[in-house]
């Protein structure tokens, strides 16, 4: 079901611009937009500091990302989503609670190259996204290749990707995807809520929803070679 658009969106957004790096698409060709577009951002400008940086793609209404940001205040925390409707439900979060190391991108993960720098990420954060089985679909999974191929851009030397979801043939997708591209595979679990890592774990909004249900939460960490 398509979920109905917020009371006053664009004010809304607008009264979050302060927290917010850029919204919509800068052309409809996303590949040309990647390949073309730049508006990179200094991060020293951005965060007024030089801490290492972290991204979310698809942080959803933002509850892992208000979390994480609170427990590491010494992490500044990049989360793109691309739905405006959700993303809003985030933003307005962080300013409610004068959370000061987080912005946001309100655009597709495909263009992330034109914000970010090159090699400027520490750790970036797949929580939940959708499995989308259906092979036609496999361009648009976020660990896809083609996806792969964007956030080796992005990742420092020796960076990680942490993957959560309740899905296992998309988990086992997802490993085999990094391991044939440059990915060395880590801190493997078929049931995080049960394993030792388990303490640490910050949930999320889909993650509740599926525990709750009973199901097993994988995990996995990618650390690029
Ligand atoms: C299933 S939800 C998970 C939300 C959240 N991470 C959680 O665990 O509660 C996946 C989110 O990823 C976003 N998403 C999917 N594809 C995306 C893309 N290409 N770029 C940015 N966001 C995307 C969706 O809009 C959605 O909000």
């Known amino acids: 079901m398509r979920m109905r658009k917020k009371r006053n969106l664009d004010p809304r957004m607008e009264a979050c611009s302060s927290i917010l790096i850029a919204r919509g698409r800068p052309c409809l060709n996303l590949k040309k937009a990647a390949e073309e577009y730049r508006a990179v951002?200094?991060?020293?400008k951005l965060f007024e500091n030089g801490?290492?940086?972290h991204l979310e793609v698809g942080c959803g209404n933002g509850g892992f990302v208000v979390e994480m940001a609170k427990r590491f205040?010494?992490?500044?925390?990049?989360a793109v989503e691309v739905c405006s409707n959700v993303v809003l439900?985030?933003?307005e979060r962080v300013l409610e609670e004068g959370i000061k190391n987080v912005r946001f991108l309100n655009t597709p993960a495909e263009i992330l190259p034109c914000y970010l720098p090159e090699k400027s990420v520490e750790r970036l954060y797949l929580n939940f996204s959708t499995p989308l089985p259906q092979t036609s679909c496999e361009r648009q999974r976020l660990t896809s290749k083609r996806f792969l191929e964007i956030y080796k851009?992005?990742?420092?030397?020796?960076?990680?990707i942490w993957q959560k979801t309740d899905s296992e043939p998309f988990f086992d997708y997802s490993v085999e995807q990094f391991t044939q591209n440059g990915f060395a595979c880590g801190q493997i679990t078929r049931d995080l809520h049960n394993s030792e890592w388990a303490k640490e774990n910050v949930i999320t909004e889909y993650e509740k929803n599926f525990?709750?249900?009973?199901?097993?939460i994988y995990r996995v960490v990618a650390t690029l070679k």
């Open 41 to 44: 951002v200094d991060y020293g």
């Open 51 to 53: 801490n290492p940086v």
């Open 73 to 78: 205040p010494e992490v500044n925390f990049v």
């Open 89 to 91: 439900t985030a933003m």
């Open 153 to 160: 851009l992005l990742l420092k030397e020796g960076g990680e």
């Open 211 to 216: 525990s709750d249900k009973g199901l097993p």
